[in-house]
């Protein structure tokens, strides 16, 4: 499937306008685009620091995997519910997290949403729902189940969306968890971000199914495969799960097939692919560039107003990396708070 | 006094108490429920649920597949997001299988976000040889878990203990793994109704006594109550800690004791090495008990070997009353 839209494929009054065109206002859409350039602008500018040595440790970018993100947040409340991976600024921002305390966190200050304890591996902003990014390969699975678990128990008619990678599907933990989730039909939606690798290792190596969304029949669950590069295909996928999730039916599995700019993490010599491949995607399929004309296309935005957008981008990102810099360092002294609940 | 109300008592099976507290833990708080491989119908590998599930229904005693990695990863995040799950393993063994959603998530979730959470889930382990079930069915593997930051891990060795700190570890705001000698279910003992907690972090001196301190941990108390009674008929006045938690360790209770008798046993029947012995040990070669000590302090733990099948060789993997009299004797009389 194209990621840009045909022209005249859809009328511009028409019924069959893209989902999100149907479904949100135009505020809405413009915001998710927003919302996109924060993730990619967050990312470079994080990168940049990383160069500059303001940044330690390693970070896994997901430039190139925005529209997946977005498109699958774009429905939820702060109420609903995610668990996120190693590679999971994007989702943290979706989410709705200020990029100045991710930023704050990446540079290890006690302004940061983990006070410097957890770096990119383990952002989190519990306030907006996000239960934590995760360095183990799906680690998040069952916890988004058990997340699930409490939302049935407590009736709050929220649902909790676990995010993973392709990689993540042949660990056990991510059988356990659609099992799981299955026989007790809980509002939680798998989403798989399958950007063609864990590391190096492609699917069809690692992989015994063609798609990751083959296995959801193995646990009784719609197994739904998308464009991860188009928003709106995204976020109709999401929808229907999220019906089907608040209506008791149980879960779904949202494979989002994408694709990442950036190798692995900092150590990636990118010899498992080749630059043609890289190229295609960044030049035929990006998902911010297909979004906006799109966007125009439908006469949501206009030129004028995507620069307004990157310039107000461009400005939270200079003044979140001032306000990380800025921000105090944790004391030693308090190495082990938190370890325990501090209890009166 | 560790009971913070106490009424009238009642003899209960250590099992018994263990399935009261729940229920007591499930009427007080809609927050708790069970989750665990057979607890409901089947009343657990153990007969530790027994007939809750008639008590309580499905949704609060839940059967989970055989699932250990998921089932208690499915335990951590309900726990995260405001529910009180007890998680019960069928064996202390098949925690292996889960030792990611132990290690990696549960100890480790608030201090990885800064504080912004707390996971109060509850691990139930049935753990210890005697069964004649081997190596893979016998383990005593709490000085894994005692290891890590960010857990407690308790060892209840009575009914009285096992009832009030799985009611104390349900209250507490972080996970808490209670080790349970499975050759402790059917022993009885004193337990008051009602609702009361014995504090996490706590150590209990079971027997006073002014030549030797045994320091045990869970059934390794009772042998060692034992042998101190034999002992005492030879004129050898032993000391013997319960430890009952060995995340927090209670290091006051056992420096204060070897200062009085200036000897130190551990008695345990995880394997010797690099066990919960060692901590004990070095725990006191570092304190102020250090200078007070007349002997050498001695280990006793299991074997370096897994759990055997036969009998004889089981019994002889772990420490029995015989060799703790022998060991506590050699070492009051200076015979080591
Ligand atoms: C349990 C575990 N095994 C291995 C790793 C090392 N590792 C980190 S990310 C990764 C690849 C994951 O691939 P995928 O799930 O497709 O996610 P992606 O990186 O493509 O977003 C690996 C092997 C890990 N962190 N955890
Ligand atoms: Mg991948």
């Known amino acids: 499937m194209s990621a840009t839209a045909k022209k005249g494929a859809a009328k511009k009054d028409g019924a069959n306008q893209p989902f999100i065109y149907r479904h949100y206002d135009q505020e809405k859409l413009r915001d998710a685009l927003r919302k996109m350039y924060l993730i990619r602008q967050f990312e470079e500018g994080a990168e940049e620091s990383y160069m500059r040595g303001l940044i330690h440790g390693t970070m896994h970018l997901s430039i190139g995997q925005e529209a997946s993100a977005v498109g699958i947040c774009l429905g939820l409340s702060d109420e609903d519910q995610i668990t996120s991976t190693h590679r999971g600024h994007g989702h943290c921002i979706a989410k709705g997290a200020d990029v100045s305390r991710m930023f704050a966190e990446f540079f290890g200050k006690t302004t940061g949403y983990c006070r410097g304890r957890g770096g990119s591996m383990h952002i989190a902003d519990v306030s907006t729902g996000n239960l934590g990014a995760n360095g183990i390969v799906g680690g998040g699975l069952p916890i988004a189940v058990g997340a699930a678990l409490t939302a049935k128990k407590m009736k709050t008619g929220n649902v909790v969306v676990c995010f993973f990678g392709d990689g993540a599907n042949n660990e056990g933990a991510f059988h356990e968890a659609l099992n799981m989730a299955a026989i007790w039909k809980l509002p939680v939606i798998f989403v798989c971000e399958n950007n063609g690798y864990g590391m190096s290792t492609s699917v069809a190596r690692a992989t015994a199914v063609p798609n990751i969304a083959d296995r959801a029949s193995a646990y009784a669950m719609p197994g739904v495969i998308v464009d991860g590069n188009v928003v709106s295909d995204v976020a109709e996928a999401m929808h229907d799960a999220t019906e089907r999730a608040r209506n008791g039916e149980g879960p779904t599995l949202i494979e989002c097939k994408t694709y990442r700019y950036r190798g692995h993490s900092k150590s990636d010599r990118n010899r498992y692919r080749t630059k043609e491949e890289i190229e295609e995607w960044m030049t035929e399929r990006d998902p911010i560039e297909a979004f906006e004309s799109q966007l125009m296309e439908f006469g949501v935005i206009d030129q004028n107003g995507i620069e307004e957008i990157r310039e107000s981008v461009r400005k939270e990102i200079e003044a979140g990396i001032e306000f990380a810099k800025e921000s105090p360092m944790p004391e030693v002294a308090n190495l082990e708070k938190y370890v325990y609940t501090e209890q009166a | ?336």
């Open chain 2, 1 to 336: 006094m560790d009971a913070q109300v106490e009424t009238a008592t009642r003899e209960l099976s250590y099992a018994q108490a263990i399935q009261e507290a729940m229920a007591i833990a499930m009427e007080r708080d809609e927050r708790v429920f069970l989750m665990g491989e057979d607890i409901g119908v089947y009343g657990g590998a153990f007969q530790v649920t027994g007939d809750l599930v008639e008590r309580f229904g499905t949704d609060r005693v839940m059967d989970t597949p055989i699932s250990e990695l998921g089932g208690a990863g499915v335990a951590v995040g309900a726990a995260v997001t405001g529910m009180r799950p007890i998680f019960e393993f069928q064996f202390s063994d098949f925690a292996t299988l889960a030792m990611e959603q132990i290690v990696n998530q549960a100890a480790k979730m608030r201090y990885m976000l800064g504080g912004a959470v707390s996971v109060p889930v509850v691990m139930r382990f049935p753990a210890g040889s005697g069964t004649g079930a081997a190596a893979q069915h016998s383990q005593s593997l709490e000085a894994w878990l005692g290891h890590v930051p960010g857990l407690k891990v308790i060892q209840p060795a009575t009914p009285h203990d096992a009832k009030g700190m799985l009611l104390a570890a349900i209250e507490d705001p972080d996970p808490v793994m209670i080790y349970e000698h499975k050759l402790l279910y059917k022993m009885k003992g004193e337990v008051p109704e009602g609702y009361y907690t014995v504090p996490i972090g706590k150590a209990e001196v079971r027997r006073e006594g002014a030549d030797l301190t045994i320091v045990a941990t869970s059934i390794m108390v009772h042998k060692s109550l034992d042998a101190a009674k034999q002992l005492a008929e030879e004129g050898i006045d032993v000391e013997v800690i319960d430890l009952r938690t060995i995340r927090p360790m209670d290091r006051q209770t056992i420096i204060e004791s070897v200062c009085k008798t200036s000897r130190l046993m551990c008695v345990y029947e995880g394997v010797k090495t690099l066990g919960v012995g060692a901590e004990i040990s070095a725990m006191i070669a570092e304190s102020e008990a250090f200078d007070y000590l007349d002997a050498p302090v001695v280990r006793l733990g299991g074997a370096e070997t897994p759990i055997p099948y036969n009998p004889e060789l089981e019994k002889a993997t772990v420490p029995q009353v015989d060799g703790i009299v022998k060991a506590a004797r050699d070492l009051v009389t200076g015979a080591r």
